[in-house]
Each structure stands twice: as structure tokens, then as C-alpha cells.
């Protein structure tokens, strides 16, 4: 039995035993959840940043902190992958990249946004970028069971992930016209379900 397991029938067992006649107990708690949460690998991130920034960089590292912000509480509410992620703004990448290693360099001001920040996070985790992506994706359509599933109970049983250039679609916001909330949940679950399939 795992500990979390272990710790809610603990509580299950010590509310039933409060909740005995003549014996003072406290409002009823649920399973502990945040203790859950808590042991769960989660992905944090940094930006490096110039110590006398111009205003082109402090526009930049504004523009990237509140893409990144929302792209990492998305991924640590919707998955329990781990990363520690470096973000550098560097005006002369194109539009936006994502390195296993774990970094992600921002140039174009048009790709500092929540969308491109999901997608490089995807690629530091490691979509396009790891030798299980070679492996599971290399073909052309993603062979690993449980994220097939997944895009299955999402689009019908006749779905597939499509893999190329290093990139998948469906849900894998390579675009700003695939961006929706409802796309942006279900990336971050195929991408935590292609890490259970050996991403």
C-alpha cells in the first residue's frame, strides 16, 4: 500500500473513531490532499536576467514571466511531471525553442505567450527532444499506448497522434490557431501521458 494511501485511511480510520458518542472532534477533513499535491514532482522555473535590464528587456522578461506563470501552474495542476526550467530572453532566436536539458530562449515578443510557453515546456520534457520520442514517435504516429488512448477518448476511437519535425499533432499548440483552453488542457495531459508511455 503506498503512504498516500496509507495516510488517508489513517484519517478515514481517525475520523470514524472521533465520530464515536461523547467524544469532541474537529470539523471533518477530507483526504490530504495538498500533502498529495505536495509530494508530486512539479515544474519551477527561472528566468536570467540582465542586472540593469533596458526597456526592451524589461518588456520582454514582463511578457515571458506571465506566459511562463500560467503555462507551469497549467502543467502542475494538470500533470505531476517534474522539470527545473531556465528561461532566457534572447532577441535573436526567431520565435521561441526548448531544450531536454531544460532550457527555453524567448525572441520574438509575437511567441511570449502562455501557448508557446506550453509548447517549449513540452520539448524540455521531452517532445522532439528524447531518445523515447525517437523511439515512439519516429514513424510518424505515436505508438505509445496510454496517450493514444487518451487522443482516442478525446477526437473517437479511430484517432491518432501525428509526429514529425519534432512536433505532434493534435494538441501539440505548435500554432496560435490550435490555442483554446480546453487544447491546452488536453496537451499537457498527452504530453504527461507520452512521459508514462517512456517519452
Do not use: C
Not at 2 to 25: D, E, I, N, T, W
Not at 81 to 107: C, H, S
Not at 121 to 126: F, K, L, N, S
Not at 184 to 194: F, K, N, P
Request: proline letters at 4%; zero cysteines.
Amino acid at each position: 500500500m503506498s503512504s498516500l494511501r496509507k495516510k488517508a485511511v489513517v484519517a478515514a480510520l481517525a475520523a470514524v473513531l472521533l465520530a464515536g458518542p461523547g467524544v469532541a472532534q474537529a470539523a471533518p477533513q477530507a483526504a490530504p490532499v495538498p500533502a498529495e499535491r505536495a509530494a508530486a514532482a512539479t515544474i519551477t522555473w527561472t528566468l536570467v536576467r540582465a542586472s540593469n535590464p533596458t526597456q526592451d528587456q524589461q518588456t520582454a522578461y514582463t511578457l515571458i514571466t506571465a506566459a511562463m506563470n500560467a503555462a507551469v501552474a497549467r502543467y502542475n495542476n494538470l500533470s505531476d511531471l517534474g522539470k527545473t526550467i531556465t528561461v532566457r530572453y534572447e532577441p535573436g532566436v526567431p520565435t521561441a525553442d526548448g531544450n531536454i536539458n531544460g532550457t527555453i530562449r524567448f525572441g520574438n515578443r509575437s511567441y511570449m505567450t502562455e501557448r508557446t510557453a506550453l509548447h517549449e515546456i513540452a520539448h524540455t520534457i521531452g517532445v522532439g527532444t528524447s531518445s523515447g520520442w525517437s523511439r515512439l514517435g519516429g514513424s510518424g504516429t505515436w505508438t505509445g499506448a496510454q496517450a493514444t488512448a487518451l487522443v482516442r477518448q478525446y477526437d473517437g476511437s479511430s484517432a491518432k497522434i501525428s509526429t514529425g519535425g519534432g512536433h505532434f499533432w493534435p494538441y501539440g499548440l505548435n500554432y496560435d490557431n490550435e490555442f483554446s483552453g480546453t487544447a491546452a488542457d488536453r496537451h499537457v495531459r498527452i504530453v504527461a501521458a507520452m512521459v508514462s508511455d517512456g517519452l
